[in-house]
């Protein structure tokens, strides 16, 4: 079945640091891709999505490729900022026209001054 | 536009009982799915709606349930509930029904005694 991999956190950074955050899928045909992220007491909320390959994401800084070559889907952000602080999950939804989507286990950021 | 909203926001219950929670999805969202998001497991889908339809379930026991009405407000039952229930259970409905974008709401923090 369909599957999300990305790297166990928590991840902590001083502010202005790059961040990445590994995440690779495993699923049949062409899914698209996506990247959630969950503020302290509140649900997910969509940052970034591609549906094809090559296609790059980007929102409030952070930055996404889909590879197909390498079944990943990396987060990336220049700088980073205290509000970053989060839980980040990458998600896939599977081709086929139903509403299911993957996600990942998530990783927790923390930024500090 | 109002989002997505879930009721009641906690609940405390004891082993055995049953319970129901409420997703009311973004006005004109014909799609709403269930997720279950624990620390060990992260996020695990439970089923998706769409136009009252069940069109997909995950790896959940028969225990759990749900229903879509016309209006595409969504309820999820837990009957018999056990200690491994303790849970947020997350809401998300979308317009689409190709796996596209989902608007969570903040959740229904389940706590089983």
């Known amino acids: 079945g369909d599957s999300v991999t990305q790297m166990e956190g928590p991840v902590t950074l001083s502010e202005e640091a790059f961040l990445t955050i590994n995440c690779t899928y495993t699923a049949t045909g062409y899914p698209s891709l996506f990247w959630y992220v969950q503020y302290p007491g509140e649900g997910l909320q969509l940052l970034l999505k591609?549906?094809?390959?090559?296609d790059k994401g980007s929102n409030k800084g952070f930055e996404a490729t889909y590879r197909k070559e390498t079944t990943s889907f990396h987060l990336e952000k220049g700088s980073v900022q205290v509000s970053d602080s989060a839980v980040y999950f990458c998600a896939l939804s599977a081709t086929g026209g139903y509403q299911k989507v993957t996600f990942g286990t998530g990783t927790k950021l923390q930024v500090i001054p | 536009k109002a989002g997505v909203t879930q009721t009641p926001r906690y609940l405390i219950k004891t082993r055995g009982q049953q319970v129901t929670l409420s997703c009311s999805p973004i006005?004109?969202?014909?799609?709403v799915s269930w997720y279950q998001q624990t620390p060990g497991q992260g996020l695990q889908f439970l089923f998706e709606?769409?136009?009252?339809?069940?069109?997909n379930k995950g790896n959940f026991p028969g225990r759990f349930s749900g229903r879509q009405f016309s209006n595409s407000r969504s309820e999820m039952n837990v009957s018999t509930l056990e200690l491994g229930d303790s849970a947020l259970y997350l809401c998300a409905s979308s317009m689409t029904s190709d796996g596209e974008k989902l608007f969570f709401g903040s959740g229904t923090q389940l706590s089983v005694l």
């Open positions: 709606y769409f136009s009252e339809t069940q069109r």
């Open positions: 591609a549906t094809k390959a090559d």
């Open positions: 006005s004109g969202h014909r799609s």
